[in-house]
Every structure is written in structure tokens, then in C-alpha cells.
């Protein structure tokens, strides 16, 4: 899946901040909840309760927190970098500098679970995460993340 489809320039943060992993949440609910107009306080609380099965902290710095969203009627992204890693609980016990939101239809259907898989195919790749980290602008990050393998 193209990520394109979910993921526009728009929601694209550079240098974004947070003290920790639940401010940082916050920040991207209400973020995505004006871009969809949907409650933020539905969305925190479903990427809250994804987060108490386990951190979506994937490991060398990547995030990739996300959760099926009443309302959602396609897969909606927001890319972030972060100004400073903050503590995610990732499984490598490393800070997280960047986090890729992503929100799914409540509907299970193929095309939601390749959304995911597309993230985190790329974001393993180690070309791309050096691009990721050495963009300069939001323009450069959105490049990076959506440039054709």
C-alpha cells in the first residue's frame, strides 16, 4: 500500500515535542482529530489502551503507536519527528525520535492491516530512517517516508 494514500504533506511534523510518550499521544490525537473531525479524547484513549498491551516502540527509535478508531472511514497517518527522544517502554529500552501515528477503520479488512505493514516495512529500513533523521524541513520527511522503494 502506497502510503501516499494515508499520509499527506500536511502531517508531517518536524522537530515536534513532548515531555513523554502520553503528552506526546495527546499532542498527535488532537492533531489528527481536528484533521478528521472526531473527538480527541476517543482517539487518546484508544492509542492509550493499544499502549497498555504493549509498546508500540518497535525499536531503534521508531514508534509506530496506532488503533482502530470509531469514525475512521480510511487509514490516516501523521509522521513525527521529534526535537528530543523521549522514553516510549520500546522494546530495545531506547528513546523514540520518530513516531508514525497511525489511525484504522474499526471494519477489519485487508487493506487496514497493509497500511501497517507498509510503515513498518519502510521504517526498518535503515536507508530511509537515515534519510528520516537527516531531513531538513517537512517537505525533505514527507520525501523520504513516501519515496518509491
Known sequence: MDIKSFLSPA???IDASAP?????LQKLAE??????????ERIFRELSAREELGSTGTGSGIAIPHGRIEGVKQPFGILARLKRPIDFNAIDDQPVDLVFL???????AGEQL?????????LRNPQILRSLRDAADCSDLFGAISAEA
Open 114 to 122: 497493509n497500511a501497517l505493514a507498509s510503515v513498518a516495512r519502510r
Open 20 to 24: 513523554d510518550k502520553a503528552r506526546l
Open 102 to 108: 497511525l489511525l484504522l477503520p474499526t471494519a477489519p
Open 31 to 40: 492533531r489528527a482529530a481536528s484533521a478528521l473531525n472526531l473527538p480527541a
Open 11 to 13: 502531517d508531517v511534523l
